[in-house]
T-cell receptor, first 112, second 114 residues
Framework: SQQGEEDPQALSIQEGENATMNCSYKTSINNLQWYRQNSGRGLVHLILIRSNEREKHSGRLRVTLDTSKKSSSLLITASRAADTASYFCATDDSNSGYALNFGKGTSLLVTP | DTGVSQDPRHKITKRGQNVTFRCDPISEHNRLYWYRQTLGQGPEFLTYFQNEAQLEKSRLLSDRFSAERPKGSFSTLEIQRTEQGDSAMYLC????????????FGPGTRLTVT
């Protein structure tokens, strides 16, 4: 079964707007990662936040982590059409060589 | 290009045939992972290697699936007697030998079983 669940499943915004995606997970984690997958392309790592961190920034991305609620959010500011993709959160399993457990993803559409 | 590569990118096969996919990880990465992704879902873990040793297999990996990583370099994933339910994108990823590192994914092999 998949560990993470993203919300919403789909999101449509206009260029320049901010996009927020949420992720909930079930068990305790070492860290949580966000990945992006464009249509027809592989997964690209965006950002990793460790369990002892609460917030992390990378360019236009901001990730928060609330371990008490077992949830994380990804904020993309000033979105661009090129941000159109599916976004997945993933937690790792130290019992399986840190294999990743992905959610079903949020499909983001950014229109010009 | 020093990223993860996979071959072939697409494979169409008839039910009952065997197929083999190849993954070339980033050269200095010790860990190699295989995942399967179906439409509308996130990737699901299949198996992973630490160098040449296969250390974990998920319950998704039936007896028809086998993976190898000879000499700890490239890896192959073979599916025997393919079934229509095996149709999916098969993704390979590699990472450094440290806990909780980001994984670098290849473009995937899309398998269609007719």
């Amino acid at each position: 079964s998949q560990q993470g669940e993203e919300d919403p499943q789909a999101l449509s915004i206009q260029e320049g707007e901010n996009a927020t995606m949420n992720c909930s997970y079930k068990t305790s984690i070492n860290n949580l990662q966000w990945y992006r997958q464009n249509s027809g392309r592989g997964l690209v790592h965006l950002i990793l936040i460790r369990s002892n961190e609460r917030e992390k920034h990378s360019g236009r991305l901001r990730v928060t982590l609330d371990t008490s609620k077992k949830s994380s959010s990804l904020l993309i500011t000033a979105s661009r059409a090129a941000d159109t993709a599916s976004y997945f959160c993933a937690t790792d399993d130290s019992n399986s060589g840190y294999a990743l457990n992905f959610g079903k993803g949020t499909s983001l559409l950014v229109t010009p | 290009d020093t990223g993860v590569s996979q071959d072939p990118r697409h494979k169409i096969t008839k039910r009952g045939q065997n197929v083999t996919f190849r993954c070339d990880p980033i050269s200095e990465h010790n860990r190699l992972y295989w995942y399967r992704q179906t439409l509308g879902q996130g990737p699901e873990f299949l198996t992973y290697f630490q160098n040449e040793a296969q250390l974990e297999k998920s319950r998704l990996l039936s007896d028809r699936f086998s993976a190898e990583r000879p000499k700890g370099s490239f890896s192959t994933l073979e599916i025997q007697r393919t079934e229509q339910g095996d149709s999916a994108m098969y993704l390979c990823a590699s990472s450094r030998n440290l806990g909780g590192n980001e994984q670098y994914f290849g473009p995937g092999t899309r398998l269609t079983v007719t």
